[in-house]
């Protein structure tokens, strides 16, 4: 029997967190040792606990180096680890970027690239293009994070702004072999939209992204507009034979960690199911209707018998109205918690498996059928703190968030529902 439903939650996210764990993926991905020299290079929330296992398991000498987010560093002997802003680039991002293009060029064919790739990398690694400064990427990171787009469209637009993104960096090695190891927190883990590729192009062609932008009406700088409406340099796809011995594996995944949390809740005595690890959309609706699906079980035992617990990951978004404080972890389950109030024998937790949701500290937050009774009770407005985007404000008001802490790798949001 569960009796703290909240410690039940936080164990399925640790065993979600566990199956990502570098020094379970890296091990079994170690690519074949080159006849010439090994260069690490890497950027990601993961990135330094990526670059610390390779360094324990590989077999022969290696230098190079990776970046991370701020407070996410972890030492490394032999790979020199950087720190930057995320979400808004900064001057250490962009100088970051300039390192790793550096690191990888002038290499030989008989040299080999390994590129640690985790989410958080588009923002770490700024690099606009010739004529344009930093401000013009912060700019355009700025409307793309404000749009409520989904990821495949924001990464299709930043890579069309880039000197590294959408395989660049590893067109930069060329003609070293290089090799991608990629923990995926993208829905249906494309690796060309992991840190908007750097090492992996995408079929998406300037054409596409020029689309994308007019069909969800992206309100971007004139002169960036300008440019990629105007740039003469040919879209770079996966097919480009200087690309032909080039390797791509994902390492971790959503779905691989859901797989684990819905291990640990049967072996705890309660059937787990998945609903999917690729769900898009505006985060409070997504919110609803898992909320919904909650309801039905817990007041009518359908579509799922009880006790169950109902996990989901993918990646919402955030239409940004307002000033609040959030993320699109605590926002959904604001959503949720809206839909589900008043029902009794409903615990949630959602969170960003990186360990961060938004620009706070928290990792997400929890949510029962009581929390708009106390939010109420502590004077708060669950619709004023949606329509401010203040999520992280309302959970914080009657003390429900979830604050795990830097997880070292980055595999999309984590959600669970229990229904007892």
């Known amino acids: 029997m569960i009796t703290d439903p909240r410690a039940f939650l936080t164990s399925l996210f640790d065993a979600a967190i566990a199956a990502a764990d570098p020094d379970i993926c890296i091990p079994a991905n170690l690519p074949t040792p080159p006849k010439g020299r090994t260069v690490v290079v890497g ?10 296992a390779f360094e324990r398991y590989w077999p022969g000498p ?53 590129a640690l790739v985790s989410g958080g990398g588009s923002a770490l690694l700024p690099a606009p293009p010739d004529g344009f400064a930093l401000a013009d990427e912060i700019a355009l990171n700025e409307v ?15 890579k069309q702004f880039s000197r590294i993104k959408g395989g660049r960096l590893a067109l930069a090695a060329d003609p070293a072999r290089v090799v991608s190891l990629i923990v995926s927190d993208i829905p249906g883990d494309d690796p060309a939209q992991v840190a908007s590729g750097p090492t ?7 054409a596409d992204a020029l689309a994308m932008i007019d069909a969800h009406g992206l309100d971007l700088p004139p002169a960036i507009l300008d440019h990629m409406r105007g740039a003469a340099e040919p879209d770079l ?36 199911m998945i609903l999917s690890d690729a769900i898009e959309g505006e985060a409070r609706d997504i919110g609803a209707m898992h909320g919904a699906i909650a309801r039905e079980v817990a007041l009518r035992g359908r579509p799922f018998a009880k006790p169950v617990v109902i996990l989901s990951g993918g990646e919402t978004t955030v239409t940004v109205r307002g000033r609040g404080k959030g993320g699109r972890n605590t926002e959904f389950l604001l959503g949720l918690a809206q839909a589900i109030d008043g029902v009794e024998g409903i615990a949630a937790l959602a969170a960003d498996t990186d360990g961060i949701d938004g620009s706070e500290d928290n990792a997400g937050a929890f949510a029962d059928g009581t929390s708009i009774a106390r939010l109420r009770a502590a004077g708060g407005d669950p619709q004023a703190y949606l329509a401010n985007n203040d999520a992280w404000s309302a959970f914080d008001r009657i003390g429900d968030l979830f604050v795990p802490g830097p997880t070292g790798t980055n595999v999309n949001d984590f959600r669970a529902i229990f229904v007892r």
């Open 144 to 158: 793309l994070l404000a749009s409520g787009a989904p990821i495949s469209v924001m990464n299709a637009v930043r």
């Open 43 to 52: 950027a990601g929330k993961g990135a330094a606990q990526l670059a610390r």
């Open 237 to 272: 796809t996966p097919d480009d034979p200087r690309l032909a011995r080039n390797q791509v594996r994902i390492i971790a995944s959503a779905g691989v960690s859901l797989e684990a949390a819905a291990a640990a809740a049967r072996d705890a005595g309660i059937e787990a």
């Open 62 to 114: 290696l230098a190079g180096v990776i970046v991370t987010r701020y407070g996410y560093a972890v030492p490394c002997e032999r790979i020199e680890v950087l720190e930057a802003n995320h979400p808004v680039p900064d001057e250490a991002g962009l100088a970051a970027a300039q390192r790793l293009i550096e690191t990888v060029s002038g290499l030989g064919e008989d040299d080999l690239v390994v």
């Open 200 to 206: 992996v192009p995408d079929s998406v062609s300037r």
